[in-house]
């Protein structure tokens, strides 16, 4: 018997060896097919971008409506038929958060010259209550822009969601399904990502798109706030004056803000102006600067970061070649009121608002201009030890091919 079994064992063992020869060919077979994928996935990412060519989404009937809409003329031009000449246009960049826009526009209401300019809302979709709101206002001209790419007025396809897109990182049909992930794995939100988007169209179609804004008929400085903000009643007048005195006290200034870099600082109420780096409130520049800044399209659309401040600070204003500043008064002319991101702050009256209303106040001091034109300028240098390092990679969430290549459509629409 044992004899037998030896001899059974040595008849099969060539066998067994061809067995396990197939079964690590098919494996090595089966790796090189997944890495070939992964390598066609990652191909796709870095070389599948059209940087000539324009290809932005087919339209819809409401995008195309809203298309549409972006050429009517001004409301309230026959109450205010002529801005002054010196006037400075303001933008207000809006998602859905009718409650915050509200606020907001009650505080633009009390602005000092807000009659003397016209004011753009440039709208994140179609949202009916914002629109009202929008509609009820009768203290100067008023423009309304509505993106006609955002993802929320796409419900059922790119640049919204389909059924077909890559949901998470456990999606385990990711190598069929539509999508790239981001550098943490994870795959797009319309939500998040739209932030970016109307940001990035909202400037193009500002400085080159709009017949108010052309070139020809604007040259001026042009004012970027959010629905977020309360605006004190001497902002514009502070503008004026900042814009004013950037060329004589920092000509190396791109721009002015009415408000600190750190978005919890009310200002040093020194005697003097001071320069740091641009910060998100309230935050001024001409066209040279936005041309500047529309070369940097790639650095701005390829940059793996979601937000759109956190892409111009970590990605586009260190490609420029050396420090970015902006020069401010000592006290702020704009506060960040809102506690939710996003587009959330949209339910219930005191929904998302710090403790339930307004923190601070309005002073005397804040109705008139403050700035002293005999004032120096205190620069606060930017080390390298501040905001974001070298090597920093942004904190994901824009990693869809799809998404950088509408991104870098937005940049085409009004160029030759």
Sequence with gaps: MSISYRKARIKTA????????????????????????????????????????????????LSIFLQNRNLMKPMNSDLYPNL??????????????????????????????????????????????????????KFCQVKQIFAPFSPH??????????KFDCKSKEDPSKMTCKGNPDQYGSFRSPK??????????MMNTVWDGLKETSD???????????????????????LHLLIELKNEKCPHCYAVNLAP??????????????????????????RTVWRKIHKKAREF????????????????????????YTLRAPRTSAVHF??????????????????????????????VANIDSEWGVFVREQGKDEGYKNGFKGWGGWGDVRDRQLCLDFSKMYRD
Aim: glycine share 8%; net charge neutral.
């Design 301 to 324: 659309c390829l940059f793996d970061e979601y937000n759109w401040d956190i892409t111009m600070w970590a990605a586009v204003y260190p490609s420029f070649g050396g420090p970015v």
């Design 84 to 137: 002054a000449d010196n006037h400075i246009i303001i933008v207000l960049y809006v998602h859905n958060r009718p409650q915050y826009l509200q606020i907001s526009i009650n505080s633009l209401s009390r602005v000092s010259g807000i009659e003397e300019t016209l004011l753009i809302i440039s709208h994140d979709g179609y949202f009916k209550e914002m629109n009202k709101i929008i509609e009820s206002i």
């Design 192 to 201: 998040i990502v739209s932030l970016k988007h109307h940001w990035w169209w």
């Design 14 to 61: 060539p066998f067994s060896r061809r067995l396990l020869s197939i079964a690590a060919t098919g494996i090595i077979l089966l790796v090189v097919l997944m890495l070939t994928k992964e390598k066609l996935r990652i191909m796709q990412i870095n070389y599948s971008l059209d940087f000539k060519n324009l290809k932005l989404p087919p339209q819809n009937k």
């Design 153 to 162: 007025i796409y419900p059922t396809r790119f640049p919204g969601s389909s």
């Design 261 to 286: 870099a750190n978005v919890l600082s009310r200002g040093e109420e020194w005697d003097s102006l001071i320069a740091e780096k641009i910060g998100n409130i309230g935050y001024s520049f001409n």
């Design 338 to 367: 809102g506690e939710c991101g996003l587009h959330q702050g949209q339910g219930g009256k005191t929904a998302c608002v710090y403790n339930g209303g307004l923190d601070f106040e309005v002073k005397e001091i804040d109705r």
């Design 216 to 238: 020809n008929n604007y040259s001026r400085n042009i004012l970027f706030i959010e629905e977020d903000h309360f605006i004190y009643p001497n902002a514009y007048r502070n």
